[in-house]
């Protein structure tokens, strides 16, 4: 069994082993269904949305068209999404009806794993850690230009 890290260690490192050890724990609930994490990620997006261009998934991701249309590919191949061209430039994707019995079956396995992460905290600390989460992810400014915005507001 390793050490486990200490609270007062660096920021980024506790945040690359909390996602490395999430991401492996999803993997590892999905990995019957034929789904990794990130394509669970791409199918759950159409949780919200019936249909979604290359271009919109890859943006919404946050990784290339060309990472995207690899795993566009990939889902496609197993029969849980489809594409249909709008035309010459635009390729609509969309799950198939076993991709959207799949999403619905790996959501309730990622939501077990959430639960199980969650699980020593009060709602209010949860609260508090996805409002952060979600402040964190939506930093649009880099430290030396919040340094240089906090010292002009002084």
Known sequence: MRPLPQPGADL???FR???QHFRALLDSELEDL???AQEYGILSVFETRPELSTSELAR???V???TMHTSILSLEAAGLVERSARNQRVVLVRPTARGRKCLKTATRRV???EHAALADLSRE???TIRAWL???AALTTGPKKAEAGQKEKS
């Open 12 to 14: 980024g490192y506790l």
């Open 17 to 19: 082993l909390a996602y």
């Open 34 to 36: 034929g789904l990794s």
């Open 60 to 62: 919404i991701s946050q």
């Open 64 to 66: 290339t068209r060309q």
């Open 111 to 113: 939501r077990v794993v």
């Open 125 to 127: 600390d949860e609260r």
């Open 134 to 136: 979600a402040n964190v």
